[in-house]
Each structure stands twice: as C-alpha cells, then as structure tokens.
C-alpha cells in the first residue's frame, strides 16, 4: 500500500510541471529556437568554418617547407664478367625544401581580402538568419494564437447553434414556428460542427508550425495573455541608418569581392616571381656522402592563354556591375518595406479600433434578433446571419488584435530593432553585437 502511495505521489508531482510546459511563452519559444533550431547551428558552424577559411588564406603570404626521405636498395649483378664482382648498395637522401611567392601580381593579396570579407559576410548572415528565426517564430506563434481563439469562438458558436435548435424545436411543439426554420436552424448547427472541425484542424497545424522552428518534436500552446499586454507602438521611421542593416551590409560586402574579383583577374596579366629553395644529403654504402643546397628565383610571364584572361576580367567587371545594380535596389527595397510597414501598423491598429465598434454593435443586433426568432417576428435566416455576423466580429476583434502585433514585429525584423517595441511581450531585448 505504501509503495502504491509513493508511485501515485511521484506521478502527481511530475505530471504538474509537464502539463504547465505544454504552454508557453513568446519569450521561451525564442530563446529556444535560438537554442535549438537546425539552421541557426548550421549558420553558427558556417561563421566558424569562414574564420579558420581566412587563416588558411593568410597561409599563401608565408614561404613553404616541405621534407622527404628516400631509402635504396640497389642489387648489382655482373652475369659472366669475371672483372666487376657482384654488390649491394644501399642508399639514402633526406632533402628540405619549399618555395616562397615573392610577387603575384596583387593575387594573394586580394584573395585574402575576399577571404576576410567571406568571414564578414557569413557573420552578417548569422545575424540576420537570426533575425529571421525571431521573426518567423513570432509569426507562428501569433498564427497558433489565432487559430486558438478561432476555436473558441467555434466552440461559442456550437453551443449557441445547439441552444438556438431548442428553439426552434420548442417553436415548432407550440405551433409557432414551422418545419422549414427548423430545418434552417438543424442546418446552421451542421455548419457549425463543420467549422469546429477546421478550427481543430487548423490549430494542430498552426502548433506543427511552431515546433518545426522551435527543432522539437512536441506540440506546444501558447499563452494568450499576450493579447492583454500594453505596448507602444512606432509613430515614425525609425530605422537607424539603412547601410547598418544586415542585408545591405551582406550585399555591400559583396560588392567589394566582385571588386577584388576584377583585381584578381588583372593580376594574371602580370607575371609571378617564386623563390625556390632545398637542401639535400645523401649518404651511400659504396660512394662518398653528397650534400647540396640550391636556391633560385623563377620568373613566369604569361603571354597567351587562349584569350581566357580577358575574357575572365570582362566577366568580373560585369559581376561587379550587376552587384552594384543589387545593391542599389536592395536599399530601395528595404526603404519601401519599412515604409509599408509602418502604414501596416497603422493600418491594424486603426482597424482594432472599428473591430471593437463592430462586436458591440453585432451583439446587440444578434440579442435582439434572437428575442425577435423567439416570437416568430424573424426569420431563422434572420437569426443565421446576424449570429453569423455577431461571431465573425468575435474573431475580427481577435484577429486584429493580432495582426497588430504581427505588424510590429514585421517593423521590428526590417529595422532589426527587435523587442524595441514589444519587449514587454518576448521579455528581452535581442539585438545582437557581435
């Protein structure tokens, strides 16, 4: 009995915390993505893999060595020449040697130029992956919050579809109302049950979307407090300077590897001078020992190559001059976004304001219709679509309520100000300086 008392003890006490977890934050579900989500570890090791690229780049700068060592064993027969005896000889050279690239025409030196901009470039990424993740997983969990009021209100609107066929049923015993509304009525219930359905359907997948960014493979709820949560919301642009954002530095860095590209590319115009050095011994069982030491200086002058290289420094040139065109229109992009997103927030925060008139007014046209279908003065298509109307304003309200807070964070993304506004909703401030 005792040990029965212990295994129902331990079950209660850990199935408390578990059943809190299933719902969660917007502030947990970030801080885990960031934690946990593939591609933002994928990114990680991608910035990694780029320094140690660099480093490997600034090799070329520094002279070569290289060591080998041979060993002979040489059997030496004479058939029939009574003169030469037959003997072993048996050899071994050991030899240093390497070389050192004195001139390359600005070739390595812009190769580790680009290299140094990769590792930048790949940063940038990072950052602005990063930047992404927080915003798509406030999206999918804004997305899962919908869908959860959304079921709600379908729930609402099936008990008061039920309510309203007792109604009807009621009606049609005291001779006052008629088969047909009846069966009006039985077919908005129908209707209803249809709806909650889609609204469960919905909501398992709006909750599948949010674990995918979150790399877990259990189904979490979100805390719809959120919807309650007083925020401040940006009156004007506020950006910062548009060069600092992540995409145009990725884009402006680009830039310049094109630009260094073509530097490459005219350096193979332009001959290379390598330095050449060894050192060699060589012992013998039948010849004396033989050291040597050689040093040289080698000059390589291109003169043709089959009209590769000029073709290869028009094909930079045009790299470049299509990057620069990228350039030019990311700017104008990101400006046009953040402009329309600020209109959004606007735009949402205005239609909340006329959502909360429309369910006012809607519930009292739906109160008053049902008074109305009860003593037969509407229809009961009346009744369909004031009802129909009256839970749709529900859902506006909630959706609106939403959509705002989805077009902050859009205007928190573009700027990569995030949590400037909605700190007190995500808990923290995840501007990043790297």
Do not use: W
Not at 1 to 13: C, E, G, N, Q, T
Not at 155 to 165: E, G, P
Not at 309 to 338: A, C, P, V, W
Not at 407 to 416: A, D
């Amino acid at each position: 009995m005792s040990k029965l008392a212990i295994i129902l003890f331990i079950v209660i006490l850990f199935n408390i915390p578990l059943a809190k977890a299933d719902t969660i934050t917007l502030k947990y579900a970030i801080e885990k993505a960031l934690h946990n989500n593939y591609n933002m570890k994928a990114q990680d090791m991608q910035f990694k893999a780029s320094k140690y690229a660099y480093k490997k780049s600034l090799g070329q700068r520094f002279p070569t060595l290289n060591a080998s060592y041979t060993h002979t064993n040489d059997n030496i027969h004479y058939p029939n020449n009574k003169a030469y005896s037959n003997y072993t000889n048996n050899s071994n050279t050991a030899q240093l040697s390497g070389s050192l690239t004195i001139f390359s025409g600005g070739r390595i030196s812009n190769e580790i130029k680009n290299s140094k901009l990769t590792k930048y470039i790949k940063k940038y990424q990072r950052e602005n992956y990063r930047y992404t993740l927080i915003y798509d997983v406030e999206n999918a969990y804004i997305n899962v919050l919908i869908a959860k009021e959304k079921l709600k209100i379908q729930n609402m609107k099936l008990k008061d579809a039920q309510n309203n066929l007792k109604i009807a049923k009621a009606k049609l015993d005291t001779g006052i109302g008629t088969k047909s509304s009846l069966l009006t009525v039985e077919s908005d219930l129908s209707k209803a049950q249809m709806d909650l359905e889609d609204a469960k359907r919905n909501y398992i997948n709006a909750k599948y979307d949010l674990a995918y960014y979150l790399s877990s493979s259990k189904l979490f709820d979100v805390d719809d407090s959120i919807l309650n949560a007083k925020i401040k919301t940006p009156v004007k642009i506020d950006s910062g300077n548009i060069q600092e954002l992540s995409t145009i530095v990725i884009e402006a860095n680009t830039l310049k590897q094109a630009h260094n590209n073509i530097r490459i590319a005219t350096s193979k115009f332009l001959p290379n001078i390598d330095l050449n050095y060894s050192l060699e011994r060589t012992t013998s069982s039948h010849m004396p020992d033989m050291n040597d030491a050689n040093i040289n200086l080698t000059l390589n002058i291109p003169i043709f190559t089959g009209f590769s290289r000029i073709n290869e420094y028009q094909e930079k040139k045009l790299e470049y001059l299509k990057t620069e065109q990228e350039l030019k229109d990311k700017e104008i992009s990101i400006s046009k976004k953040i402009n329309q997103s600020l209109m959004d927030i606007k735009y949402a925060q205005s239609r909340l304001n006329f959502s909360k008139k429309f369910v006012r007014h809607s519930k009292e046209d739906y109160a008053a219709t049902k008074e109305k279908f009860k003593v037969n003065l509407s229809t009961a298509y009346d009744l369909d679509n004031s009802q129909t109307n009256y839970y749709n304003s529900l859902f506006e309200e909630k959706n609106s309520q939403c959509q705002l807070l989805l077009s902050i964070f859009k205007f928190e993304y573009l700027t990569e100000n995030i949590g400037k506004y909605s700190s007190k909703l995500i808990g923290i401030s995840l501007k990043e300086n790297n």
